[in-house]
């Protein structure tokens, strides 16, 4: 198993461009989480998914949109880049979501910068 | 409000000395989930350990220990004979009930190992 794999690792962007964040899982995850990761801070959710067609939003989703049409797939999409959207984004899954027992699995990460 | 605090930003020692890293958290609910990840420099994020509220039997295991602590909502983690690999950033983590398994992390405390 790939595990979760995220690409691109990193992406320069102008302000006001677009882009998408891709993610993937396969491990027949249910749930799927992203999160930022700002420098010299821990992560902050930004939105996550516990199901095909099923998503919602976490601390900061403002400027940022989701979409969860497979089980094994949970893209990140930046409208309209800011430079206060320079970060790290992790992409994680788990299968049930059941903290007791379960284990998010955090994939390698995209470095973006917003210039 | 911040949930986790790790009020050490950084910590730096010689190989072989001992180094505990402090959480703090915050929650009203009674039933809970605590977690430390280690960040090392290439970036991806490794699950340590997990603790479920009701179960405050510190734990060893290999060269890390935990402390767990609810009278104090303290959740201490402890690296004995630190060697160099052990630099990294490591995260505590808080999961509440019913959260579908999201995660609040705090900023971090970055630990140097120096040889």
């Known amino acids: 198993n790939a595990g979760v794999t995220q690409t691109p690792k990193f992406r320069i962007l102008k302000i006001g461009q677009s882009m998408t964040l891709q993610c993937a899982q396969d491990?027949?995850?249910?749930?799927m989480y992203w999160y930022r990761q700002d420098p010299g801070m821990g992560l902050k959710l930004i939105y996550y998914s516990v199901g095909a067609g099923i998503t919602d939003k976490g601390e900061v989703p403002n400027g940022y949109n989701v979409s969860r049409s497979t089980t094994e797939d949970f893209p990140l999409r930046l409208e309209l880049a800011a430079p206060s959207q320079t970060s790290v984004y992790f992409c994680?899954?788990?299968?049930?979501?059941?903290?007791?027992?379960?284990?998010?699995?955090f994939g390698p990460g995209t470095r973006l910068t917003v210039l | 409000a911040q949930k986790v605090t790790q009020a050490q930003t950084e910590i730096s020692v010689v190989e072989k000395e001992d180094v505990t890293l402090d959480c703090v958290y915050e929650t009203r609910d009674t039933t809970y989930y605590l977690f430390w990840y280690k960040q090392p420099p290439s970036g991806e994020l490794v699950f340590l350990i997990r603790?479920?509220?009701?179960?405050?039997q510190n734990e060893i295991s290999g060269r890390y220990s935990w402390n767990f602590q609810k009278s104090t909502s303290s959740f201490n983690f402890t690296i004995t004979a630190s060697q160099v690999v052990d630099s990294a950033v490591y995260f505590c983590a808080l999961s509440e009930t019913d959260s579908w398994g999201k995660l609040q992390f705090g900023a971090g405390t970055q630990v140097v190992v120096t040889p």
């Open positions: 994680a899954s788990s299968y049930s979501g059941q903290t007791s027992t379960d284990t998010q699995y």
């Open positions: 491990m027949n995850h249910n749930y």
């Open positions: 603790r479920n509220s009701f179960d405050e």
